[in-house]
């Protein structure tokens, strides 16, 4: 089985422009999560999806957006882009609901740098 | 919001030796995870340890769990160049229902 797949796996920006990441989970997979990952702040949770509804939101603004399409497939969106949301997003797939009951297939993660 | 906490942040060993890493927590728990991740790459699931639970094996990793204290720790026996890594331990949270929480992490750095 393939794992999990993000696009793009890096990305150069600049302030207030606006990016879309891709996530594929593996197959037969309905569970995503999102994270973001920077050196000051670590592991930080921003969505969780199942099914195509949105079943949990970490605490990011509102610029922080995401969804998931019937094929399980996610992406997430951040609009007017600031130097702070430099990170590496990482996405997360599993078969059941809860990620926090489950174990969590991670993809590679896309590395966003905004100048 | 952080829910687990490693200790140390950062551990350097040699080949052959055990390496054991603290995880506290603040609230309550259903599970706790632990994962790998290397140099900025994916993370890897490494073991599920449920609440009910206190100890749980797989090849050279232990983990043990004490409710109680709210601490987990993982062990790595004999351990080799490539367990080189940052492991995080990763709870649910009250406040964020299931979704996974991870903490800093700690560095883990084996050399030959």
């Keep these: 089985k393939a794992g999990v797949t993000q696009t793009p796996r890096y990305l150069i920006k600049t302030r207030g422009q606006q990016v879309t990441l891709s996530c594929s989970p593996i197959s037969g997979h309905r569970s995503v999560s999102w994270y973001q990952q920077t050196p000051g702040q670590g592991l930080q949770f921003l969505f969780e999806y199942f099914s195509e509804t949105q079943r949990n939101k970490g605490n990011f603004p509102g610029r922080f957006s995401g969804r998931q399409f019937s094929n399980s497939r996610s992406e997430m969106n951040v609009s007017t882009l600031e130097l702070g949301d430099s990170a590496l997003y990482l996405c997360a797939s599993s078969f059941y609901k809860a990620p926090a009951h489950n174990e969590q297939f991670f993809g590679p993660g896309t590395r966003l740098t905004v100048l | ?112």
């Design chain 2, 1 to 112: 919001s952080q829910q687990g906490e490693e200790d140390p942040q950062a551990l350097s060993i040699q080949e052959g030796e055990n390496a054991t890493m603290n995880c506290s927590y603040k609230t309550s728990i259903n599970n706790l995870q632990w994962y790998r991740q290397n140099s900025g790459r994916g993370l890897v699931h490494l073991i599920l340890i449920r609440s009910n639970e206190r100890e749980k094996h797989s090849g050279r990793l232990r983990v043990t769990l004490d409710t109680s204290k709210k601490s987990s720790s993982l062990l790595i026996t004999a351990s080799r160049a490539a367990d080189t890594a940052s492991y995080f331990c990763a709870t649910d949270d009250n406040q964020a229902g299931t979704a996974l929480i991870f903490g800093k992490g700690t560095t883990l750095s084996v050399s030959s």
